[in-house]
């Protein structure tokens, strides 16, 4: 009878867990927006795992003959200053911003969500000590703290994601903190700890599993915000370092052949700004989704 028992407990927690996708997924994809730019972040991924085999040219080629020409049949986005084929370069570049977008958020996730679940559950000094160094961090500009850490470590991929995380890390810090405050008071958490149940196993077991909606909806709406940071610093010329193609580079080495070839900084400026938005929208669609009111379940 217990064995039955346990078995059909088992089998509504899965019925449970599937109504939760189903209805999690109809509502991201009950708005035809939402939809349309899922296709068109899925594409540009695509793109980016697959441009060695859809690019039409090696995008470090260089070609002295063909420098600076407009869209043709053989170049159709044209060709750079030193004749490498822009759309090849444009195609590469999705790469960058893509991997530097995604690594510097998920740094700023893992860091911001472990300094502020150590603050919000053991508070006194530990919570003092990281509030303070979170404060600090936040009052700085974001671009001039990325400015000033770039001065320092310099370009890169790894670095600008390292970078990009540090200086992203004090929204999570503050959102896992106030998750935790909130949390740590229930009873559930109370019962553990009276089990003498490690504070350890009660954070990681309890409290993070119940703080994991916000968190998600918080990177996927971090991951154009960083791209475009990216894309910033790459312009100014503290990003990605010459020859690799990023998007940022390109638009600022376009900026002087405006007039004889606009394309060439305005394709990859449609870009980020294309994917940009996409993922904005994506991580609206991803808020809703999650709110229960908007599910139906309250």
Not at 3 to 9: C, D, F, G, I, Y
Not at 42 to 59: Q, R, T
Not at 147 to 162: D, H, K, R, S, T
Not at 177 to 191: G, N, W
Request: charged share 15%; net charge positive.
């Amino acid at each position: 009878m217990s064995q039955t028992n346990s078995k059909t407990a088992e089998q509504l927690i899965k019925e449970h867990k599937a109504k939760h996708r189903r209805q999690f997924l109809k509502t991201l994809f009950s708005r035809k927006i939402a939809v349309a730019s899922f296709v068109i972040v899925i594409l540009m991924i695509l793109a980016a795992l697959l441009a060695g085999v859809i690019s039409p040219y090696d995008p470090n080629v260089i070609s002295i003959t063909e420098r600076t020409q407009g869209p043709s049949v053989a170049h159709l986005l044209g060709t750079d200053e030193f004749g490498r084929d822009v759309l090849s370069r444009i195609i590469y570049g999705s790469r960058i911003s893509l991997v530097v977008g995604v690594l510097a958020v998920m740094i700023a996730c893992v860091i911001g969500t472990l300094a502020g679940m150590v603050a919000g559950f053991f508070g006194g000094i530990v919570d003092d000590v990281i509030s303070r160094i979170a404060e600090a961090i936040r009052v700085i500009p974001q671009v001039v703290l990325a400015i000033a850490l770039c001065a320092v470590f310099g370009g890169g991929i790894v670095n600008m994601a390292i970078i990009l995380g540090i200086s992203n890390m004090t929204v999570y810090i503050r959102m896992m903190r106030s998750q935790v405050l909130s949390i740590k008071e229930r009873d559930y958490i109370m019962a553990g700890k009276l089990q003498g149940n490690s504070s350890a196993r009660l954070m990681f077991r309890h409290i993070l599993p119940n703080s994991v909606s916000p968190i998600i909806v918080t990177m996927t709406q971090q991951i154009g915000g960083t791209i475009l940071s990216e894309a910033g610093l790459s312009f100014l010329g503290l990003g990605i370092s010459v020859p690799t193609a990023s998007w940022g580079s390109l638009v600022a080495g376009g900026r002087a052949y405006l007039l004889t070839n606009p394309v060439y900084s305005l394709a990859p400026g449609i870009c980020i700004a294309l994917l940009v938005i996409c993922l904005n929208t994506l991580g609206d669609g991803v808020r809703d989704a999650l709110d229960p009111r908007l599910r139906g379940e309250i």
